[in-house]
């Protein structure tokens, strides 16, 4: 039997986080899976996903609050840092991946992850010997 992943294990990108707007979505399934594993998401995830949901998706403010708080309660939330942005910025001269996903992988990292979960970085990429991207839904 596989081992069930922890919270240690996972960290989601923003974009995963997405898809648990619609449960007839082909994607559904495995991002409610995702989340009810109690993944690590950082700060920055919250604020993205707040973002689409008043941009892209046009949803009310309290919508949008609702769902930055469902976060908030089902994942462990790192806060960026100051030695976030540092180690950010390394990530970003060393693997030329925009900032923002720089800062991603660098919460993923500092917290010890193994898997990044995204759609949005080179699948099976390994970051710093520790660190691999996963599209889960391939």
Excluded: W
């Excluded at 979505?25 to 920055?44: G, N």
């Excluded at 910025?89 to 010890?112: H, N, Q, T, W």
């Amino acid at each position: 039997m596989a081992k069930k992943r922890t919270h240690a294990d996972i960290f989601l990108d923003s974009n995963i986080c997405l898809y648990i707007f619609d449960d007839t979505h082909p994607k559904f399934a495995k991002t409610k899976e995702l989340l009810e594993s109690r993944p690590t998401i950082s700060t920055q995830v919250i604020l993205e996903n707040v973002n689409v949901c008043l941009k892209k998706l046009k949803s009310e403010r309290a919508f949008a609050v609702a769902h930055a708080r469902s976060l908030q309660s089902a994942c462990i939330v790192k806060t960026v840092s100051t030695e976030t942005m540092t180690l950010a910025l390394k990530v970003f001269e060393k693997y030329g991946y925009s900032i923002f996903d720089s800062l991603i992988i660098a919460a993923a990292l500092e917290l010890g992850c193994h898997t990044l979960y995204t759609e949005d970085m080179q699948h099976g990429q390994v970051i710093e010997g520790t660190l691999k991207i996963t599209n889960p839904f391939l």
